[in-house]
């Protein structure tokens, strides 16, 4: 939920944050046997702003573990 929890989640804050997506969602799959931890992204976005995009993207995704705080988790537990 961190992740990709609609508005409250990291995917939607760099949207907020950057402006170069028009819509970004994401969904995790957890206690699958054949794909476990998959993480599925889908984002509308220009043409134009594709490098960006994916660059903020992979920043997300490699440092997302280590910027963890004790609100996100709080806010995640909420969630559910």
């Known amino acids: ?3 990709t929890a609609n508005i409250y989640g990291r995917l939607f804050r760099i949207r ?3 402006g170069l997506f028009y819509d970004i969602v ?3 799959t ?3 046997e054949s794909q476990v ?3 599925y992204i889908s984002t509308l976005v220009y043409k134009g702003n594709l490098d960006k995009v994916e660059a ?3 920043d997300l995704l490699e440092n ?3 910027s963890i705080t004790q ?3 709080d806010l995640a537990k909420n969630i559910i």
Do not use: A, F, P
């Open 37 to 39: 931890g998959y993480i």
């Open 1 to 3: 939920n961190i992740l």
């Open 26 to 28: 994401g969904s995790l």
């Open 71 to 73: 609100q996100d988790v």
């Open 56 to 58: 903020c993207i992979n």
């Open 64 to 66: 997302v573990v280590d």
């Open 16 to 18: 907020q944050d950057t």
């Open 30 to 32: 957890e206690n699958s």
